[in-house]
């Protein structure tokens, strides 16, 4: 035996999955995500939209360049800044992220009517918000066996920040007006800032307290611009963008696409509603699958499910078959999505490990919010121009069933559950 192969000292028992430390830090993750993020804001809009035109006169596709804006904001700073989550750590970003939006959010309470400042402080909001990159690298790190499992939890949780939200904003719209949505949003923003500077922890960290945690160029992984030219990132970043485009572009369009085919307004949003519980129930689903995975293949069966539910989606109608089909089309959408949800994480920590986490995230986060953004006006063309959504149906199945090639040509993971390299020839 080697010097190498000795072992360096008594053998230290595996801190627990579940172990209070870890809930906390899991806690804090949590709390700023649904409180000390860009959330708040976001969903925000829908309900800003009225008082805000109604007193500075502006049309609702102006109003709508707020969220593009946020969302083109994201886009040009994900890249650099999820780069500084490496090279300079978690907290620093995060905390210093969150003290930044909560700032910016209240700023927007100052606007005197200039659409400008409407889309310059949502397109610096979206640009700030990049720094949330960071909790997902923390969460990433936190489990071992039940990796798969925790970022599907965290996935339906970050689905309930509607329910959470939307009450909250509606109370400070009904009593401090718009302004005050935004200086009431922004208090809650910081208010986080605290939790994170008690619990939040540098990734992989092996002790609680202020001294935990290794120097971010000591984690093990593949660097960067190492990964960026591997095929993986590429076919990862490919499956990701072509699976976006049927979510994102239908979703506005579902309800106006069943009307069309005859399915009374009633059945229309208690499917929706089905598919929504559907995908909650897929996302617990592919956690576990993960966590028993070998491959990147596991996403194969879930875009199947997707491609012959959007084939479905082709055959509904008002008849009693029509609506059967409806409801196993829609449930099956639901479920694969939600299956798929925490996939891509899990994939680029499987694929190049940990210490590239953010640069990687931020590299794919603009191909992305591309695809989040051009699908659902392509839909609404594709009707516009044919006056049916079938041609945009048939183009996603088609863009679908080409994920499910992508994810079996992925092949093995090169690093264990420990995101520890696996030792193979390539």
């Given at each position: 035996m080697t010097n190498l192969d000795q072992p360096l000292g008594p053998a230290v028992a595996e801190e627990s999955d579940f172990s209070p430390r870890k809930l906390r830090i899991s806690a804090a993750i949590i709390l700023?995500?649904?409180?000390?993020?860009?959330?708040?804001?976001?969903?925000?809009?829908g309900l800003l939209l009225l008082p805000m035109t109604g007193e500075f006169g502006?049309?609702?596709?102006?109003?709508?360049?707020?969220?593009?804006?946020?969302?083109?904001?994201?886009?040009?700073?994900?890249?650099?800044?999820?780069?500084?989550?490496?090279?300079?750590?978690?907290?620093?970003?995060?905390?210093?992220?969150?003290?930044?939006?909560?700032?910016?959010?209240?700023?927007?309470?100052?606007?005197?009517?200039?659409?400008?400042?409407?889309?310059?402080?949502?397109?610096?909001?979206?640009?700030?918000?990049?720094?949330?990159?960071?909790?997902?690298?923390?969460?990433?790190?936190?489990?071992?066996?039940?990796r798969g499992k925790a970022l599907a939890i965290f996935?339906?949780?970050?689905?309930?920040?509607?329910?959470?939200?939307?009450?909250?904003?509606?109370?400070l719209l009904v009593n401090h007006g718009w302004r005050g949505v935004f200086v009431g949003m922004g208090a809650?923003?910081?208010?986080?800032?605290?939790?994170?500077?008690?619990?939040?922890?540098?990734?992989?960290?092996?002790?609680?307290?202020?001294?935990?945690?290794?120097?971010?160029?000591?984690?093990?992984?593949?660097?960067?611009?190492?990964?960026?030219k591997t095929r993986q990132f590429w076919f990862i970043t490919l499956a990701g963008v072509l699976a976006i485009i049927p979510a994102i572009g239908l979703s506005p369009h579902l309800v106006p696409y069943l009307i069309d085919r005859g399915v009374p307004m009633g059945s229309a949003l208690g499917v929706v509603t089905a598919m929504s519980v559907a995908m909650a129930v897929g996302t617990l689903a592919g956690g576990w699958s993960l966590d028993h995975s070998r491959g990147a293949w596991i996403a194969a069966p879930f875009s199947l499910i997707s491609t012959l539910a959007l084939v479905g989606l082709l055959?509904?109608?008002?008849?009693?078959?029509?609506?059967?089909v409806m409801v196993a089309s829609f449930v099956a959408m639901g479920f694969a999505a939600g299956a798929?949800?925490?996939?891509?994480t899990y994939f680029q920590l499987r694929f190049?490990?940990?210490?590239?986490?953010?640069?990687?995230?931020?590299?794919?986060?603009?191909?992305?919010?591309?695809?989040?953004?051009?699908?659902?006006?392509?839909?609404?063309?594709?009707?516009?121009?044919?006056?049916?959504?079938?041609?945009?149906?048939?183009?996603?199945?088609?863009?679908?069933?080409?994920?499910?090639?992508?994810y079996l040509v992925l092949g093995p993971y090169r690093y264990d559950r420990q995101l520890a390299p696996i030792a193979r020839p390539d």
């Open positions: 700023g995500t649904l409180f000390g993020s860009t959330v708040l804001p976001m969903m925000a809009i502006w049309s609702r596709t102006q109003f709508s360049l707020g969220m593009t804006a946020m969302m083109l904001g994201g886009a040009c700073s994900s890249w650099w800044l999820g780069w500084l989550v490496d090279r300079l750590g978690v907290r620093v970003m995060v905390i210093g992220g969150t003290v930044c939006v909560g700032l910016m959010t209240m700023a927007l309470s100052l606007q005197n009517g200039a659409l400008w400042q409407f889309i310059t402080g949502f397109a610096v909001l979206g640009g700030l918000g990049s720094t949330a990159i960071g909790y997902q690298k923390v969460l990433s790190s936190l489990f071992t066996k039940h996935g339906v949780e970050s689905s309930l920040a509607g329910a959470v939200s939307i009450p909250l904003i509606q109370w809650i923003i910081l208010a986080t800032v605290p939790v994170s500077l008690l619990w939040l922890a540098e990734p992989d960290a092996p002790a609680p307290g202020p001294e935990a945690g290794a120097d971010p160029q000591d984690i093990p992984g593949t660097p960067l611009a190492q990964a960026l055959f509904l109608s008002g008849s009693g078959l029509g609506q059967m798929k949800r925490p996939m891509a190049f490990g940990l210490r590239a986490f953010g640069g990687i995230s931020g590299a794919q986060a603009p191909f992305l919010a591309i695809g989040m953004g051009v699908a659902p006006p392509l839909v609404g063309l594709c009707f516009d121009r044919f006056g049916t959504y079938v041609p945009a149906l048939w183009a996603m199945v088609g863009l679908m069933g080409l994920t499910v090639a992508l």
